[in-house]
């Protein structure tokens, strides 16, 4: 039962990183088509390199070293985008609950 509860929140701190990538575009660009290719662009393209390498099905899957590797990348430097716009409380507590996360995902998992 466990599992499945960390399952849902694994996957709700890989949301939550998309929309930080978004909402970081969408602070940082400077008019209107620059927030627009920001604030979709970057977590579209997050989310097709979260498909190619690390997704459960994943087109080119990576060794778990590299996969934790990759994830805290992607987690930090989420945190990161969100720390840049001023929002450092909200960016902090998201690095902290995805490193927890993580540290549990792969506990249980192995």
Do not use: C
């Amino acid at each position: 039962m466990f599992q499945y509860f960390l399952f849902a929140i694994v996957f709700l701190v890989e949301i939550v990183a998309l929309v930080a990538y978004g909402f970081w575009g969408f602070d940082t660009g400077k008019g209107i088509g620059v927030k627009l290719l920001l604030g979709i662009g970057t977590p579209f393209l997050v989310a097709i390199f979260w498909g190619l390498f690390l997704a459960p099905k994943a087109m080119f899957p990576v060794n778990l070293s590299l996969r934790i590797i990759l994830k805290i990348i992607v987690f930090g430097l989420a945190s990161f985008a969100v720390y840049t716009t001023g929002e450092h409380t909200p960016a902090a507590i998201f690095l902290l609950v995805a490193v927890i996360v993580l540290i549990l995902e792969n506990v249980i998992n192995k």
